[in-house]
């Protein structure tokens, strides 16, 4: 049977649930394994990270240590509720940038198996969720499946895998770093021509499990998205062939 998606039910049978299991995004179809290879090729090991860690990257809003750490302060040009918002997204955009901030091309590209996702196709990736997510809270579009547009520029950074993997690579660090603060840039515009009442106010459409959503809660769900690939690169990091066993968690 077909039920028509809406904007909201859309991200429901979606996001979430590939996040949790690898469920294929957008309502696609699984795609059959391709048949293993007899024949094994590794990577070559990428270059071990310089011994120095290089300033912060270029930041929507800028970096700031003197505020960083200042979750929910008040925020020249925002409401209350989206200033706090802006202040968990600067936080955990941190988390990505800072422990990838010095990875070589090499390292970038880097596939543990046939089966992984490189750390470069994964900071992509969370540049591509945030695009979709203006398009759904600030555009106001509802669709069944990606846009045509969007797809074309974020389609393989979005569903990762196959197309991931073939298409997302030969890039250095700061290709990756000025496309999540494009896409941050473009958030913070936006959310400055809201006021809290957008942001909390129940929308119309259901979300996930049925009940009432709002758009803080949609945001939320890109802050704890950037929480959960933040982890995985990190983790990716410290398994890089070369990479200096601190014996730290993760």
């Known amino acids: 049977m077909h039920y028509a998606s809406t904007r909201r039910t859309f991200l429901a049978n979606s996001a979430l649930g590939a996040l949790a299991a690898g469920v294929p995004l957008f309502g696609q179809t699984a795609q059959p394994a391709a048949p293993q290879s007899t024949t094994t090729t590794q990577s070559p090991a990428p270059t071990p990270p310089p ?34 918002m802006v202040s968990m997204l600067t936080w955990m955009e941190t988390a990505v ?41 600030f555009g106001n579009e509802n669709f069944d499946k990606l846009p045509a547009d969007y797809e074309a520029k974020w389609g393989a950074a979005m569903n990762l895998g196959a197309a991931g993997r073939a298409q997302i690579k030969g890039h250095d660090v700061a290709y990756y770093q000025d496309a999540i603060r494009e896409a941050r840039e473009k958030t913070l515009v936006e959310f400055a021509k809201k006021d809290d009442a957008w942001f909390t106010t129940a929308l119309k459409e259901p979300g996930w499990g049925g009940g009432p959503i709002n758009n803080f809660c949609l945001w939320f769900h890109v802050c704890e998205h950037i929480s959960h690939h933040a982890g995985q690169i990190d983790f990716l990091i410290k398994r890089l062939p070369g990479a200096k066993n601190d014996d730290s968690a993760g």
Do not use: W
């Open 51 to 84: 011994a120095k860690s290089s300033p912060m990257p270029r930041m929507a809003p800028p970096y700031d240590k003197a505020t960083i750490n200042m979750i929910g302060r008040p925020i020249s040009g925002y409401t209350p509720q989206i200033g706090t």
């Open 97 to 137: 940038l800072r422990p990838t901030r010095d990875l070589t091309q090499e390292q970038l590209d880097y596939l543990f198996d046939k089966n992984a996702n490189t750390i470069g196709a994964l900071m992509l990736h969370l540049a591509a969720t945030e695009v979709l997510y203006q398009r759904i809270t």
